[in-house]
């Protein structure tokens, strides 16, 4: 992955390419927002079998979905793209013209998402697709750095770890703590500045030293308890514990000491 230069966003809005944005999903309308706010002109989000206007077409739909959506506005517009972190630009082939991929490394929610200062994942059929993506990343405040269609398996794998499955952790973490029965306990309020200081730990210092815990300290006599406490009370949540037990064991291994 090759994170491109970023150029300051003081093009006038005049000469800024016009987008048609279509999806009304999450991703969708929080672009069509986004865009609008820096200055594009912007049709849509539009609906299923509909066709927006714009010198470029940013098509957000379910990856299922991009193939058919290409077919579906071929010929549209002479720059056609995707907001899909795992799907190849071979994907939008039916639409012709040249393609784009423009994948904001954000998690986004009804309520919108804050784009300004993340990541963007971005390629191009050609340099001047590239050059397109990077500059509507560039110009809603986003990092963009390219990926190619070899590296995007491993790439999205790498974001849904790092969104998707700490959700489902924070989640597990939730159930456990609801099991054991504790009065009071609101898992979300009280594990909250946990996961926060955890996470900022994570960024400033890397993973090897932001590692805490008994594992890290080599205390497998308490890891062992914990172990048993998930057995009784989630017993389902067992192999994820011996996984994730197993890959923080290596991980403490790899630290240098001080």
Do not use: K
Not at 56 to 76: K, M, N, Q, R, W
């Amino acid at each position: 992955m090759r994170e491109l230069e970023r150029q300051p966003a003081d093009t006038p809005p005049s000469c800024t390419p016009s987008v048609g944005v279509v999806g009304r999903g999450r991703v969708g309308r929080a672009l069509a927002l986004a865009l609008r706010a820096a200055g594009y002109r912007v049709d849509g989000p539009a609906g299923r079998d509909e066709v927006p206007a714009g010198e470029a077409i940013l098509l957000s739909v379910p990856d299922s979905e991009i193939a058919a959506a290409a077919a579906t506005v071929a010929g549209a517009a002479p720059f056609i793209g995707h907001t899909s972190g795992a799907t190849p630009l071979t994907a939008l082939e039916p639409a012709g013209g040249q393609l784009f991929g423009l994948h904001p490394l954000q998690t986004f929610t009804d309520a919108g998402a804050h784009m300004a200062g993340c990541g963007c994942a971005v390629a191009g059929s050609t340099p001047a697709a590239v050059d397109l993506a990077a500059r509507i990343a560039c110009d809603l405040g986003m990092l963009p750095f390219e990926v190619g269609d070899d590296q995007r398996a491993a790439y999205h794998a790498a974001a849904s770890i790092a969104s998707n499955f700490l959700v489902t952790l924070q989640a597990e973490a939730e159930e456990l703590a609801a099991a054991a029965g504790i009065d009071g306990f609101d898992a979300r309020r009280l594990l909250g500045p946990l996961v926060r200081t955890t996470v900022e730990n994570w960024l400033a210092l890397g993973a090897h030293d932001a590692l805490t815990g008994p594992i890290s300290r080599g205390d497998e006599a308490t890891v062992a308890r914990q172990r048993e406490a998930v057995a009784e009370a989630r017993p389902e949540a067992v192999a994820m514990f011996d996984a994730l037990a197993d890959r923080t064991r290596a991980l403490a291994a790899e630290r240098v000491p001080a």
